[in-house]
């Protein structure tokens, strides 16, 4: 992580949250400087523990975090959660309101007591009908559409990633920041609600205004009308793929030139945008003859040096293969319980930097006596607060 670019050096983000939103939020913040307190239960998040492709998901939207573990049902643990938020500018939650009023961590508590306090709730909707709806990421991409634009007609299929709640999150991080520079005026905190929903209706806005527009509803994206002459998937000489597109005159005429297919800059029946793109049936059939005449690597180079539009399919564990991606600085190396993994780093550049690193993932409570500690709590009243002892009556 840059030494030099820490915008929110000296804000303390209090972090009350599981799954991604809420995290990749913290993670976001933490990037730029905030230090992040996440609070978890005393058996620690839930998402720890998880498997298959929900392994990842802990370690990575959690690094570089430190872990405080609060019991929240007693009376302990709300006084140590209220003593924390009280040096806290910021608290990022993802739980169900009524959770957080029978904890009394809700917003409109929290703003009465500390005014200052920017509270950032992750939640599936934000106001309205749907507000105490149950959301996933993949009940938001089935509500608004985008898994009915991602796969053929029938059968709609949801983005192969957890597109909406890191997007969630990073709008959620957004409206912290905006809320960080409004303080600096106003001198107040706010409640700002982030909606998975809404991110995802965002996702499918363009789909949206085109419907607007002309009055009628688009394809899927497998079955789309193309803009473009050539806009495809093609096999090589030993059946790897790649996308190729031609989406200007000029790259019409270069892949052409390119692939020994003068003969169509010359055709009648090709001599307009409209034309290529009503030919596909016919032109796509011989690019796709003389690409497999060729390997990958091959075409990879003519195509780079010519600037086409070009990509081998690829799958996410090649990119630790990719030389863009693992160039210095592309991507860091973070511990996690006993041993390490690589991931990169945030997609932008300050003064030719990018913001590389993100930390180590913390155990479960490694921060208990250091942060709750420097609240003047004694360790017995750590103990308490964080459930290594009982409360008594």
Same mark, same amino acid.
């Given at each position: ?286 690019v796709a003859e003389k690409i497999a005449q060729h390997s990958v690597q091959?075409?990879? *180079?003519? /195509?780079? !040096?010519?600037? @086409? %539009? &070009? ?10 293969? +990719? ?15 006993? *041993?390490? /993994?690589? !991931?990169?780093? @945030? %997609? &932008? ?10 930390? +180590? ?33």
């Open positions: 992580m840059s030494a030099t670019f820490r915008p929110l050096e000296g804000i303390r983000v209090v972090e009350m949250s599981h799954m991604i939103m809420g995290p990749s939020c913290g993670m976001f913040l933490g990037y730029l400087g905030a230090e992040v307190i996440k609070v978890e239960p005393p058996q620690g998040d839930k998402t720890r523990t998880l498997t298959g492709m929900g392994r990842p998901m802990f370690p990575l939207f959690n690094r570089g975090k430190k872990s405080v573990t609060i019991d929240v049902r007693t009376e302990a643990g709300r006084q140590a959660l209220e003593r924390l938020l009280s040096t806290a500018d910021v608290f990022v939650e993802n739980f169900r309101d009524a959770s957080l009023v029978k904890a009394g961590v809700d917003a409109e508590t929290l703003r009465k007591k500390f005014p200052r306090l920017i509270f950032a709730a992750c939640k599936g909707f934000l106001s309205g009908p749907y507000q105490n709806r149950t959301a996933l990421d993949e009940v938001v991409q089935m509500m608004t559409g985008l898994a009915y634009m991602t796969g053929p007609t029938g059968m709609p299929l949801r983005v192969g990633s957890s597109a909406n709640d890191i997007m969630g999150g990073l709008f959620a991080a957004f409206s912290v920041l905006a809320a960080i520079l409004d303080r600096q005026s106003s001198g107040n905190g706010h409640e700002m609600r982030i909606g998975l929903f809404e991110n995802c209706l965002l996702l499918v806005a363009q789909h949206m205004v085109q419907f607007e527009l002309e009055g009628k509803n688009p394809p899927p994206m497998p079955e789309r009308e193309f803009s473009w002459p050539v806009y495809d998937i093609f096999a090589d000489k030993d059946g790897k793929q790649m996308f190729v597109g031609a989406v200007t005159e000029g790259q019409w005429a270069t892949i052409c030139r390119l692939l020994d297919l003068d003969h169509l800059l010359t055709d009648p029946r090709l001599q307009t945008r409209m034309d290529q793109i009503n030919a596909r049936s016919w032109t796509i059939p011989l091959d075409l990879e *180079t003519q /195509f780079e !040096a010519v600037g @086409l %539009p &070009f990509s081998p399919i690829s799958k996410p564990c090649d990119m630790y293969d +990719d030389p863009h991606v693992m160039r210095p600085g592309g991507i860091a190396v973070s511990s996690y319980e006993n *041993t390490t /993994f690589r !991931a990169p780093a @945030l %997609p &932008f550049e300050v003064d030719g930097t990018m913001l590389t690193g993100g930390g +180590d993932v913390p155990t479960v409570g490694m921060d208990n006596a250091e942060v709750l500690g420097a609240l003047g709590l004694t360790i017995a009243e750590v103990e308490a607060a964080t459930g290594a002892r009982k409360e008594t009556a």
